[in-house]
T-cell receptor
C-alpha cells in the first residue's frame, strides 16, 4: 500500500528566511509521482511543485524547490525567501501511474513571522 | 481560478438526509476526482472517474455514491447523513490519468446538524 507521512504538524519561519518541510513516502511501484500542494486559509488547493520519480534532477519552481532522495523515500520542500503569503497548510501527495489514486499526507501548517 | 466549479459552496442539512454535490471539470479534462477533508485533516481520496467510467475507488462509504455524466460533470451523492460526514468535499479534474496535475475546485462545505 502507498503511504505518505508528514511528521511536522506545524513549522514557523521568519520572513525572508528559508524553511524545509519534510515528507516521506512508501510505495512498491517504480513509476510514481510526488506533489506538494498548498492550502491557504481560503481552502483552495494549489499545486506548488511536482516531481517524477524517474527524474533524478530535483524540481524547482521559483522560490520553491524539492530535495528528492529516492533511496530514502524522502521528498522535502524548501521555501526560500519566505513571504507572508506562504503561510498555509502544505500537503505532500503521491500517486502511481497504475493506481490513479492520490494519497495525501496529513499536512504541515506553516506560519510566517513578520 | 482553477476552472473547476463546485456547487453549492455551503450546505447545511440534518442527520439522515441525502444531498448531492455537483462538480464541473475544466474544459477538456476527462478525469474527475472526489476528496473529503474533515476539519484540520488531510484529504481522503474517495473516487475517480475517467470519461464516464469509474477508474479508482478509495475510502468511500457505501452510503456515498458518485457518477460522471456524458457532459463530464460529476455528482457525489451522500445519503443517510451522519454528524461525522460534516467536511469539505473537493472535486478535482485532470486531463488524463492521475499523473497529470490535478486542478481543484473551491470545495463544498457540508454541515450535518
Amino acid at each position: 500500500a502507498q503511504t505518505v507521512t508528514q511528521s511536522q504538524p506545524e513549522m514557523s519561519v521568519q520572513e525572508a528566511e528559508t524553511v524545509t518541510l519534510s515528507c516521506t513516502y512508501d510505495t512498491s511501484e517504480s513509476d510514481y509521482y510526488l506533489f506538494w500542494y498548498k492550502q491557504p486559509p481560503s481552502r483552495q488547493m494549489i499545486l506548488v511543485i511536482r516531481q517524477e520519480a524517474y527524474k533524478q534532477q530535483n524540481a524547482t519552481e521559483n522560490r520553491f524547490s524539492v530535495n528528492f532522495q529516492k533511496a530514502a523515500k524522502s521528498f522535502s520542500l524548501k521555501i526560500s525567501d519566505s513571504q507572508l503569503g506562504d503561510a498555509a497548510m502544505y500537503f505532500c501527495a503521491a500517486t502511481t501511474s497504475g493506481t490513479y489514486k492520490y494519497i495525501f499526507g496529513t499536512g504541515t501548517r506553516l506560519k510566517v513571522l513578520a | 481560478d482553477s476552472g473547476v466549479t463546485q456547487t453549492p459552496k455551503h450546505l447545511i442539512t440534518a442527520t439522515g438526509q441525502r444531498v448531492t454535490l455537483r462538480c464541473s471539470p475544466r474544459s477538456g479534462d476527462l478525469s474527475v476526482y472526489w476528496y473529503q477533508q474533515s476539519l484540520d485533516q488531510g484529504l481522503q481520496f474517495l473516487i475517480q472517474y475517467y470519461n464516464g467510467e469509474e477508474r479508482a475507488k478509495g475510502n468511500i462509504l457505501e452510503r456515498f455514491s458518485a457518477q460522471q455524466f456524458p457532459d463530464l460533470h460529476s455528482e457525489l451523492n451522500l445519503s443517510s447523513l451522519e454528524l461525522g460526514d460534516s467536511a469539505l468535499y473537493f472535486c478535482a479534474s485532470s486531463v488524463l490519468g492521475a499523473v497529470n496535475e490535478q486542478f481543484f475546485g473551491p470545495g463544498t462545505r457540508l454541515t450535518v446538524l
